[in-house]
Each structure stands twice: as structure tokens, then as C-alpha cells.
Nanobody, 123 residues
Framework: QVQLVESGGELVQPGGSLRLSCAAS????????MGWFRQAPGKEREFVAA????????RYPDSVKGRFTISRDNAENTVYLQMNSLKPEDTAVYYC????????????????WGQGTQVTVSS
């Protein structure tokens, strides 16, 4: 069992930056690949980033590649999402998730989910 708690979401101006954090409970964090997804009102949940168990492999969709960076600290049981050059279309609730399978872009591959943190990009 893994419990995930996201933090760091807030209102930011276009072009700004934010760093989201996701703290995991338990001693099995390093056994899971981790992912970030987002969901805007009226839209489906969208893959944002994923990182392998050891942090050596990362994966991004084209929509955020070069702007977002996922990282993890297994000693601290935390995964991060650094978001730069934010755009209004990045506005969404951001969720972190844990997968026993790997760095999949599919939400169905993830076993545990956090409650989400709101990111709003607006002037």
C-alpha cells in the first residue's frame, strides 16, 4: 500500500515556474515507477511525466517536453515535477501516481493515486 500526497500547486502567471511535490508513505517507494498526470475541467486525464524506479529513465509527452522535469528522491520518498515556461493550457489538477509496471503513459498502469493539487496559470 502506498499513500501519495501532492503539494505545491498555486496560481502563477504565464511564463512562470512551479515545483510540485508528491510525498509517499511506506518503505516501498523505490519499488515503484512514478508518474504525473493532469486533468482540466471537461477533459480526460492526461499523462505529463514518468520516472523509473531508480530515476534513470524519464518520459514526457511532446506537450511538456523541454518545459517540465520529473525527478525523485528515494531517500525522502518524494517525487517532484518542475514546471517552467507555464502556459494557460497547463491549468489543471495535477496528480501523482505509482506504478509497479514502469514508466507507462497510460493511467491504467498506475496502482496508487494522490488527491491532486490545483495549478492555475493566468494573468
Amino acid at each position: 500500500q502506498v499513500q501519495l500526497v501532492e503539494s505545491g500547486g498555486e496560481l502563477v502567471q504565464p511564463g512562470g515556474s512551479l515545483r510540485l511535490s508528491c510525498a509517499a508513505s511506506g518503505r516501498t517507494f523505490s519499488r515503484y515507477a512514478m508518474g504525473w498526470f493532469r486533468q482540466a475541467p471537461g477533459k480526460e486525464r492526461e499523462f505529463v511525466a514518468a520516472i523509473s524506479k531508480n530515476g534513470l529513465i524519464t518520459r514526457y509527452p511532446d506537450s511538456v517536453k523541454g518545459r517540465f522535469t520529473i525527478s525523485r528522491d528515494n531517500a525522502e520518498n518524494t517525487v517532484y515535477l518542475q514546471m517552467n515556461s507555464l502556459k494557460p493550457e497547463d491549468t489543471a489538477v495535477y496528480y501523482c501516481a505509482a506504478s509497479a509496471i514502469g514508466t507507462s503513459p497510460s493511467a491504467s498502469a498506475y496502482d496508487y493515486w494522490g488527491q491532486g493539487t490545483q495549478v492555475t496559470v493566468s494573468s
